[in-house]
Nanobody
Framework: QVQLVESGGGLVQAGGSLRLSCAAS????????IGWFRQAPGKEREGVSC????????YYADSVKGRFTISRDNAKNTVYLQIKSLKPEDTAVYYC????????????????????WGQGTQVTVSS
């Protein structure tokens, strides 16, 4: 059974840091593009970062550039999103998603590009 499970969210003060994890089971994340998305209450889902399948090229939304870092550990079948200098506007449910295609496809911040989704992890930043 294909499954993505996010973890690492929580309540943190502004300026703090978190590391979100996206662990896969039932399939390998290796050679697949992975994206991180977030959705705040009353707002549309936003693609914040992604990493391509083979060459590791990354993308960051302007709103998170310099504060978020995406990485992957293929041995652990896990992708991470390191978040620092958290702001109240980062409060959202964070989701990871995986492209079912294998290979060096460019990653995308467009949700429909992904086939598998996790259930999300809540990040709440207090001011």
């Amino acid at each position: 059974q294909v499954q993505l499970v996010e973890s690492g969210g929580g309540l943190v003060q502004a300026g703090g840091s978190l590391r979100l994890s996206c662990a896969a089971s039932g399939f390998s994340l290796d050679y697949r593009s992975i994206g991180w998305f977030r959705q705040a209450p009353g707002k549309e889902r936003e693609g914040v970062s992604c990493i391509s399948g083979s060459d590791g090229i990354t993308y960051y939304a302007d709103s998170v550039k310099g504060r978020f870092t995406i990485s992957r550990d293929n041995a652990k079948n896990t992708v991470y999103l390191q978040i620092k200098s958290l702001k109240p506007e980062d409060t959202a449910v964070y989701y990871c998603a995986a492209d079912k295609r294998l290979g060096n496809y460019p990653c995308s911040a467009y949700g429909p590009s992904y086939d598998y989704w996790g259930q999300g992890t809540q990040v709440t930043v207090s001011s």
